[in-house]
């Protein structure tokens, strides 16, 4: 299999997807149904979200992104959250991982869970990072276009960005961002501060009123204008506000591979059509 490294050393633009665990009992099941559809798309590597805390099915993260790469060939990025980690249950992740073959790890400190205690040994994902880097997988990290939602400043959350680098992250992956134009600025500013890894950027489809608000107060992201036109314009009809959601997407995916970009990761939502549709626009641009 190959690191997220020397794919970005080798392909000209890495598409790549992000999926979360499938919910329910058959997680692994659903995975591998939904696989099989991503992986004729032939996609740079997936990246399979875990749940801070464990809920939800975030334990089956590692047991997925192993059967991607085992069966279908495709490199896989497992995610890891540290924010109630004990230095005993990195390790343990660390043994599971490597047992199973995984290469590539998305270090993330994971949200506030609330009433849930705070790690002691790891405040931050830098300080993660290292451990993994040590353990030796290639190690990925989260990038904030518009900053994190709980940083004071643009400039806090680039210099944060700057001590994920120096901890020896190898690329970043961004968060979802809805103008281009915010994406360019945080381009410069990273370039400014001196980050010189890859950055592949992360792009959701909006797809209904709810989701779009959802993502709006989790991570700050801000509404052009143009997407609230979208909204008010498809109010009433589910489905084409869908399409127009996808084809938003589609354009912003387009610009940002015109605009040279290291690399674009679509957040597909376990939607084989939202990452068909992604990757049949950059191809249709030339790229
Ligand atoms: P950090 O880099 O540790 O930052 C957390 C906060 O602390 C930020 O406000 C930052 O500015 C601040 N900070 C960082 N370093 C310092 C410092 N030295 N001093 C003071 N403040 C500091 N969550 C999940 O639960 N599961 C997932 O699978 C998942 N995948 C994600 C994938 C991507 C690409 C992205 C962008 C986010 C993902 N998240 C996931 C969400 C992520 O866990 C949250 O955004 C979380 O709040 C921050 O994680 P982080 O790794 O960026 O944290």
């Not at 230095?87 to 073959?101: H, K, N, P, T, V």
């Not at 945080?186 to 792009?203: K, N, S, V």
């Amino acid at each position: 299999m190959s690191t997220v490294t020397s794919i970005f050393e080798t392909q000209k633009l890495p598409v790549s997807f992000e999926i979360f665990p499938p919910k329910g009992d058959l997680t692994l099941t659903a995975a591998r149904t939904m696989a099989a559809e991503l992986a004729e798309l032939a996609p740079s590597f997936i990246s399979v979200t875990c749940s801070a805390g464990g809920s939800g099915n975030g334990s089956a993260t590692p047991a997925i992104a192993a059967m991607i790469s085992d069966e279908f060939d495709v490199p896989t990025v497992a995610h890891l959250t540290c924010i109630n980690a004990s230095s005993q249950s990195i390790a343990d992740a660390i043994f599971d991982m490597r047992e199973r073959g995984i290469e590539n790890v998305l270090a993330l400190r994971g949200d506030v869970v609330a009433g849930s205690e705070p790690s002691k040994a790891f405040s931050f994902a830098k300080d993660l990072i290292p451990v993994l880097a040590d353990a030796g997988f290639c190690v990925g990290a989260a990038a904030y276009p518009e900053g994190h939602i709980a940083c004071e400043s643009d400039a806090a959350s680039i210099e944060h960005l700057k001590m994920k680098q120096d901890a020896g992250a190898s690329f970043l992956v961004t968060q979802l961002c809805f103008d281009n134009e915010r994406i360019y600025r945080f381009m410069d500013a990273a370039d400014r501060a001196g980050i010189t890894l890859p950055i592949t950027h992360g792009i959701m489809p909006f797809m209904s009123k709810d989701q779009i608000s959802r993502m709006v107060f989790m991570c700050g992201a801000s509404l052009p204008s143009a997407i609230i036109k979208l909204l008010a314009k498809y109010e009433n009809d589910a489905e084409a506000l869908k399409q127009a959601g996808i084809e938003y997407a589609c354009g912003q995916l387009v610009d940002l591979a015109k605009h040279g970009v290291d690399g674009l990761h679509v957040y597909c939502m376990n939607k084989p059509e939202v990452a068909r549709a992604a990757v049949a626009a950059v191809r249709a641009a030339g790229f």
